[in-house]
Structure formats: C-alpha cells, structure tokens
C-alpha cells in the first residue's frame, strides 16, 4: 500500500473507462476515497459503484466544488485525466482545436486554479496530468492533440517548479499506445505508431504509483521515451527527419 494515497480524498476525470477507470481502482484499492467523473454519467456511476466511490459526472472544467463536497470538503489528490484524441492537421476545424485546447489545456488550468488556494494554505496537494508521449515528442497525423499535450505537459512542468517548495506535487504521465477507446479512434496512424508497443491502462496506473512512491514528476509509462527525447532535445534535426520518414511510411500506406 502506497501510504501518501491512504484514505486521501482523490478526483479521476474521464473515469469512465481507459486510462481513468483504471486509476479510479488502483487509488480506491490504495484505500483513497475516490470520486469519478465522466461526461457519460452512466458510465461514471459504473466504475463509481465497482469501486465503492462516488460519480460525480460532468463537464471535467468545472466539477471541482461538487466532487469536493462529495469528499467531505478536500481534495487531496487530483487526476486531470480526461482528454480529446483530436486528429486532423492544421486544417482541422476550428471547433476542433477549440474542443482539444478546452479538454486539453484549459480544464488542467481551470482545476488547478480552483484546487491551489487550499492546498497552498494546507502545504500539500498532488496535481496528476494524463498527457501523453505526444506532448513530449508528438505524434504524426494528429495536430490539434500533438500541439495541446505539449501545453498540457508545459501547465505540469510549470506548476511543479511554480509550487514545489509549497507542498505541491505534480505528476505527468506520459505514455505511448495505450489500450483504450482512444487508441482505436487513431486509426491507421495509431496502429503504425502506436499499437505495436501497446500497454494495458492498468499499467499506466502501475508506472503512476510507482512515480508516486519516488516522488517523480515525469511518468514514462514506456521507458523507451526517455531516449526518444533525449535524441529530440539533442539532435532536433535528425530526430525530425527520421518523424517525417514514418510521416512518409504513413502516407505511403494509405
């Protein structure tokens, strides 16, 4: 057991399957008190019941005043889970890239400025960010999702050097394929890019804890994307020919 997470009040957005359900249960097995958020209130409830939380569904932007009040007036730990898979180029629609930068980017920044004055006057609080390998590398056929992830990971960077000394903990979870609804939903880039080294949602949820008992804030999920920005950050040239190679592989295959 995990002590940091022992009956602490915890908030999972986008809990009503993936990578959210699966959290909700490692926390709740943990022993935390856990509420679950989805927009499908069915779904919330579901994952709620087997795990002997509370649903709490919704908009994720603007659940954190009902789901505090389900906790009995604290939140203690808060999972920005939710997202938007948003494919497209730069020519997608502009509700699109609206919709992506809302889930994305702006409900991260929304919870955290509803979440930090308590924790900033109590000294502690634990802010975890479901991001993807993609807002640290990026991710062929899908720019509206590449470019918000990169914000998504830059808001949990910020908020950890911003707060640390402050009590506050910040995670960001970064992993490739992940077997969940989102990753069907890539298509065929995601099955060229993504499935191969595909991991259960169950081990994102494994690599989290793990995070949490080292106190470390970036979660790789898959080690292997240590080196893959380690190549972008050193050699950005050369790792951008080689994104564009599978760019063209892509494009050859459809």
């Keep these: ?13 986008g809990a009503g399957g993936g990578i959210g ?28 019941d087997e795990i002997g939380g509370t649903a709490v569904p919704g908009d994720a932007s603007a659940i954190v005043a009902a789901a505090r009040d389900a906790l009995g007036g604290t939140v203690d730990v808060y999972c920005a889970n939710a997202g938007a898979g948003s494919g497209g180029t730069e020519a997608a629609d502009e ?12 409900a991260h920044v929304r919870a955290a400025r509803a979440l930090l004055p308590d924790w900033l006057e109590r000294g502690e609080g ?19 999702y590449s470019v918000t992830k990169h914000g ?20 960001a979870i970064c992993p490739q394929g992940v077997r969940t609804d989102m990753l069907t939903a890539s298509g065929s880039a995601g099955e060229l890019v993504l499935t191969p080294t595909a991991i259960d ?25 240590a080196g893959y920005y380690r190549a972008r950050a050193a050699e950005p040239d050369r790792w951008l020919a080689g994104m564009n190679h599978i760019q063209q592989k892509w494009e050859a295959a459809r």
């Design 152 to 171: 998504a990971y830059a808001f949990a960077e910020w908020l950890s050097l911003t707060y640390r000394h402050r009590g506050v903990k910040v995670h």
């Design 201 to 225: 949602p169950e081990d994102v949820a494994d690599a989290l804890f793990e995070g949490i008992e080292n106190n470390r804030f970036l979660i790789l999920p898959h080690p292997e994307v």
């Design 126 to 144: 634990r802010f975890v960010s479901t991001v993807s390998a993609a807002g640290l590398l990026t991710m062929i056929g899908a720019a509206p």
């Design 1 to 13: 057991m995990v002590e940091a997470v022992q009956d602490a009040g915890v908030v999972v957005t």
């Design 21 to 48: 359900a699966a959290l909700a249960r490692r926390f709740a097995a943990e022993g935390a008190r856990v509420v679950a958020n989805d927009l499908d209130a069915d779904r919330a409830k579901a994952v709620a």
């Design 95 to 106: 509700e699109v890239w609206a919709q992506a930068w809302d889930l994305n980017v702006m």
